[in-house]
């Protein structure tokens, strides 16, 4: 059974600086992995998908890698600000063999210190 | 273009009564997908549709149920209502039926059980 999970569960930083978010997940048998950030009392909003044939994505600041083997992605933002203040999420998709399925961990919420 | 649109915002029904959620997926979107979201169990996949069809489902009793209409929008029920049923309840579309088209999300249905 899939696991996703996402430590640690909070992160407090100040502005400026590079941080990164991680990502594991107990079966390396997936589709492909997304990031999302959630802000308070909205929907998710998509930042990167990584296919299972990839080893990263960037968008912008934003720079997501994956490693199957290990289980494991991580999601580096650069030159951090206040407004990436957020939950952030990662979701797996399984593969079709499995009634493809989409597990999300229980995210790292991120706080910016201006 | 218009984002996923969640109706209603919010909603309290009693235990025992059944409740209706709609989701419009952004316009030329054709796949939509719904999900739980609650502080204890984090969000889960709840089903899938394309084309009218369901597509996956996730691991909920029978009590959740969901289709999906000729021009995309879905609907979601939930009978027999449960305190534990309380939740955001999010929707997301994709552009197609590949699984790695990035998934927009809705703002959500807070549901509420009393």
């Known amino acids: 059974k899939q696991e996703v999970t996402q430590i640690p569960a909070a992160l407090s930083v100040p502005e400026g600086e590079n941080l990164v978010l991680n990502c594991s997940f107990t079966?390396?048998?997936?589709?492909?992995l997304q990031w999302f950030r959630q802000d308070p009392g909205k929907g998710l909003t998509s930042l990167l998908l990584?296919?299972?044939?990839?080893r990263e994505q960037t968008s912008g600041r934003l720079n997501a890698s994956l490693d199957k083997s290990s289980g494991r992605s991580t999601l580096y933002i650069a030159a951090s600000q206040p407004g990436d203040s957020a939950t952030y999420l990662c979701?797996?998709?399984?593969?079709?063999?499995?009634?493809?399925?989409?597990?999300f961990g229980s995210g790292t919420r991120l706080s910016i210190r201006p | 273009k218009a984002g996923v649109t969640q109706t209603p915002r919010y909603l309290i029904k009693t235990r025992g009564q059944q409740v209706t959620l709609s989701c419009s997926p952004i316009?030329?979107?054709?796949?939509v997908s719904w999900y739980q979201q609650t502080p204890g169990q984090g969000l889960q996949f709840l089903f899938e549709?394309?084309?009218?069809?369901?597509?996956n489902k996730g691991n909920f009793p029978g009590r959740f149920s969901g289709r999906q209409f000729s021009n995309s929008r879905s609907e979601m029920n939930v009978s027999t209502l449960e305190l534990g049923d309380s939740a955001l309840y999010l929707c997301?579309?994709?552009?197609?039926?590949?699984?790695?088209?990035?998934?927009?999300f809705g703002n959500g249905t807070r549901l509420t059980v009393t």
């Open positions: 997301a579309s994709s552009l197609d039926s590949s699984y790695n088209s990035p998934l927009h």
């Open positions: 079966d390396s048998a997936i589709y492909n």
């Open positions: 990584i296919q299972s044939s990839q």
């Open positions: 979701a797996v998709r399984t593969p079709y063999s499995s009634a493809s399925k989409i597990i």
């Open positions: 316009s030329g979107h054709r796949s």
């Open positions: 549709y394309f084309s009218e069809t369901q597509r």
